[in-house]
C-alpha cells in the first residue's frame, strides 16, 4: 500500500523560497510519475508540476521559472523547490503518486 508524506510547508515572506518534500512508502520511484498539486481556500485543486517516469517535467503556467520539480530515488522522496514565493502561492500543497494522495501541507505567503 503506498503512503505519502509531505512536509516543508510553513509561513514565509514574498520573495521567500521553501522545499516540499513528499515521502514514499510503499512503492519505488522507478517507472512512475509524480506530480504536486495546490489549493487555496474556497478554490479548486490545480496542478502545480509534474515530472514523469522519464523525469520529464512541465508545470503550470503561474510557476513556470519559480518552482522546480525532482526526486531522489535513494531517498524514494519527490520535492517542490519554490522560489521567488508570491502571496497567490498560498494553500494546502499535495503530493500525487500513483493515484494516491499525502496529507498535504499549508504553505503560507505574506506580503
Known amino acids: 500500500q503506498v503512503q505519502l508524506v509531505e512536509s516543508g510547508g510553513g509561513n514565509v515572506q514574498a520573495g521567500g523560497s521553501l522545499r516540499l518534500s513528499c515521502d514514499v512508502y510503499?512503492?519505488?520511484?522507478?517507472?512512475?510519475?509524480a506530480s504536486w498539486y495546490r489549493q487555496a481556500p474556497d478554490d479548486q485543486r490545480e496542478l502545480v508540476a509534474i515530472i514523469t517516469w522519464m523525469d520529464n517535467t512541465e508545470y503550470a503556467d503561474s510557476v513556470k521559472g519559480r518552482f522546480t520539480i525532482s526526486r531522489d530515488h535513494a531517498k524514494n522522496t519527490i520535492y517542490l523547490q519554490m522560489n521567488s514565493l508570491k502571496p497567490e502561492d498560498t494553500g494546502v500543497y499535495y503530493c500525487n503518486f500513483r493515484n494516491v494522495w499525502g496529507q498535504g501541507t499549508q504553505v503560507t505567503v505574506s506580503s
Open positions: 510503499g512503492s519505488a520511484l522507478s517507472y512512475h510519475a
